[in-house]
């Protein structure tokens, strides 16, 4: 636990703002991305959707160098290599004068912002455990979704007021204000006692120990699967919003409505959790995403976009199972490895992004006069999801059966 000389706000706040930084990286952008087309040379859709998609690229492959070395050195040295990785990848997308420049420089932030995002989840599991876990991972999320309520329409501003490299100049400032924070406030949460030494199979080993979870396994699985689906939507709202229903000046609030429906079902796990459980409220968010996609297609199969209400209202529900899914499944795919914390956040950061990229570029690339390929997206994922909780489900009983029958 955290020790009593710091409060618990505090810590929250500090992880919270450690993520943020993610998603400032990435939702600040979304109004730029013609405006950085043009200036790079491009005014394809699917070019520009890259420059969202690409910087998950490193955020899924970075984890697998900060994880292990975090449990080898502890967790705060590699907050600040990723910091500097960070800086200088910002720089090479504020000079960019192509795309694959520009693409390199966004894998490049993504691998920066891989060791703050991997080392906050690694700190908390340090800190805590359990459903008590997931509340706390509840809480960062709330704080952590009031960035991508703001960071479009502050994107906008710099935009309207300066150029779109500003943006990326304001990713910078931001970065150092926390690393400044986090460098005077946070205490290390790994002790020595605890570390693991460094060797060059400590990769093999984490991945040896975590296949033996199949509960991580599939929470991880299920992880891409609601991450791929939601990253479509990332990468192709300004396209919907923009482009489909020519709402330009109207996008920011749009996006921060829609974040403030995650962030209220975030608030709320904080306090259902305890009382249900991360398992129930997990299977009954999948369960909705699932119906509620279902729904929409079964409406608007063969007729063109709705009116921008009813699309708004279907992505309300849509997100609000979702808030319901991120901290929860996180922490169920951590619980049972909290040994190896640091090289499991990466692994299974690794897989569940590595699932996601594919699965958002893919789907992606049919979000262009209607918004319906994003709802089939969300229902193949949230279908996969319910088969994999039924194969838990179904494993966990033979488990138990075989030790009754063993005792008997």
Known sequence: MQKQSRSQFEFVALMASLMSIVALAIDALLPALDYIGFSIGTTKSSDTQLLITMIFLGLGSGPLIFGPISDSLGRKPIVYMGFAIFIVASLICIYSESLWMM????????????????????????????????RIMSFITVVFILVPIIAPALGKFVLDNYNWQAIFYLQLVFCILVSWWFWKRQPETLPENKR???????????????????????YTFISGFITGSFMVYLSSAQQIFHNQYNLQEQFPFIFAGLAISIGSATFLNGTLVLRFGMERIINTSVISYFFISLTYIVLFYNTPNPSIFVLLAFFAMQFFAIGFLFGNVRAMAMEPIGHIAGIGAAITGFISTMMAVPISVYIGKFVDQRALPLFIGFVICSFLS???????????????????????
């Open 196 to 218: 693991v030494r460094f060797t060059s199979h400590i990769f093999a080993d984490g991945l040896k120990e975590l296949i033996k979870y199949q509960k991580t396994i599939g």
């Open 386 to 408: 319910i088969l994999i909780i039924i194969y838990l489900r179904l494993d966990r009983k033979n488990r138990e059966r075989k030790i009754l029958r063993n005792l008997s």
């Open 103 to 134: 693409v390199l420089g966004r894998i490049l932030q993504g691998v920066g912002l891989s060791a703050p995002r991997t080392i906050s989840i690694a700190m908390v599991r340090d800190s805590y455990s359990g459903d008590y876990m997931a």
